[in-house]
């Protein structure tokens, strides 16, 4: 390769780390094409970093700090219960509850006693 594939090969590896800053592989890459050009300190940063990342891999990351006004937002949206509306398909077909028309009763027959 030559110093302007070099510098190439550099510039996609940028794009990718800001795509995907953890993958430590680009790193490490960017490192050797930083090298290759001879800007030694660049190359170091992004070795050091790959070693940073590669030491922490597979370890579990911390949770995000919760502030004091995160816990009631969480305990009201644990308490709310959700309200289920029915889709407007279902309330078009939905059937509408029977309703009994009174009916007369007929007059009792008289016996013949």
């Known amino acids: 390769m030559n110093d302007g594939e070099y510098e190439i090969a550099a510039e996609n590896y940028t794009i990718a780390l800001g795509l ?5 592989l680009f790193y490490e890459l960017r490192g050797d094409a930083y090298k290759a050009m001879g800007e030694d300190e660049k190359a170091e940063a992004d070795f050091q970093q790959y070693r940073t ?61």
């Open 20 to 24: 995907h800053p953890d993958e430590i």
């Open 53 to 113: 990342l590669k030491r922490n891999l597979g370890k579990p990351r911390a949770a995000p700090p919760r502030t004091p006004a995160a816990k009631p937002a969480a305990k009201k949206a644990v308490e709310k219960k959700p309200t289920a509306k029915k889709p407007v398909a279902e309330k078009s077909i939905a059937k509408k509850p029977a309703t009994k028309k009174p009916v007369a009763k007929k007059p009792a027959k008289k016996g013949n006693s």
